[in-house]
């Protein structure tokens, strides 16, 4: 790959799986995302991957006053693209979980490209005293849950969000047939170029942490999708830093952050989201690449701008 070649880092700050037992560095008060974000934000993350919380016990939460209480903040403190999570809840319906990107009309939601189990029920046993009441029963039941996105899903938001707000998406594809999915919803005038495909490896319910799938994925992608997109890549948990490592020397743009790993090293938790961003941060420029701004982001992936946002 060429050495000037710039890279969007994303940072994903709070997520929908992890919970506060696990590390006290995650922020589920408004205060506390905003600061992370903005952090995370000087430390070179491009564009921030935006999940709320209930602030009183970390519980998940897609209700648009949790996000407006940090959004104005993180638009006053930073410049950096806002991407909105449209799959923050894995037992609500698509309408509940489009709520707060209505609400907020951001540059950049996320998509899930597919229905999948998604679970995350190992971690309860590592486990034994909880901060909180509702956790153990969230993450234990979470062999039960059934991550819904059908193509109705998928068409609705690209209609209401799409259409209506001009937001571009982060198409999350869990699995190599998230890809033919979105293939068939682009041939059906859903998604216009550039797409941006965010491949996900290391959920339980979706494909392996491995750099042959990560190969696989590209590979299908270049021949679903020629020259007419930009990727980037998310390994969860202990395969976050190997993985934007082979991503980056593959031609694409990384993702971070604690709602994919709650670690900076192997077994030391991470003090902070920009903490990793400042690692893969380092990682690229020592590869020889360039952080891209998010002016730079904007202009790579066809944003709107940060201007035509409503919070």
């Not at 952090?39 to 519980?59: E, F, T």
């Not at 993450?139 to 998928?154: A, V, W």
């Not at 047939?177 to 797409?195: E, Q, R």
Request: net charge negative.
């Amino acid at each position: 790959m060429p050495k000037n070649r710039k890279v969007i880092i994303t940072c994903a700050v709070t997520g929908a799986i992890h919970t506060p037992t696990m590390s006290d560095a995650l922020p589920y008060r408004p205060e506390d995302i905003a600061r992370h974000a903005i952090d995370a934000a000087d430390a070179g993350a491009a564009v921030l991957h935006l999940h709320a919380r209930n602030p009183i016990d970390g519980s998940i939460s897609i209700a648009p006053n949790d996000f407006a209480a940090f959004l104005p903040i993180i638009k006053q403190g930073t410049n950096a693209v806002v991407n909105i999570s449209t799959g923050g809840s894995l037992k609500t319906s698509i309408e509940d979980r489009m709520a707060p990107a209505k609400y907020a009309s951001p540059e950049m939601c996320s998509l899930n490209m597919g229905s999948m189990n998604f679970s995350f029920h190992p971690l309860a046993d590592k486990y034994s005293d909880w901060k909180f009441d509702w956790e153990e029963d969230y993450i234990r039941k979470s062999d039960t849950y059934i991550f819904r996105n059908t193509f109705e899903d998928i068409a609705k938001v690209a209609r209401q969000l799409g259409g209506d707000h001009k937001v571009k998406f982060e198409h999350e594809c869990y699995d190599v047939g998230h890809l033919y999915n979105l293939k068939f919803c682009v041939n059906s005038g859903l998604f216009k170029p550039p797409i941006f495909i965010q491949f996900v490896l290391g959920i339980l319910g979706g494909i392996g942490p491995d750099i042959d799938n990560l190969v696989f994925m590209k590979r299908t992608a270049d021949r679903l999708f020629g020259d007419d997109y930009q990727w980037s890549v998310l390994g969860a948990g202990r395969a976050q830093m190997p993985l934007a490592t082979q991503g980056m020397m593959m031609g694409g743009n990384v993702r971070v952050g604690l709602e994919d790993s709650l670690f900076y090293d192997r077994g030391e938790l991470a003090t902070s989201n920009a903490q990793q961003v400042e690692k893969v941060r380092r990682i690229a420029e020592e590869l020889g690449f360039e952080i891209a701004s998010p002016d730079d982001a904007r202009e790579m992936l066809g944003l709107k701008g940060g201007d035509r946002v409503q919070f």
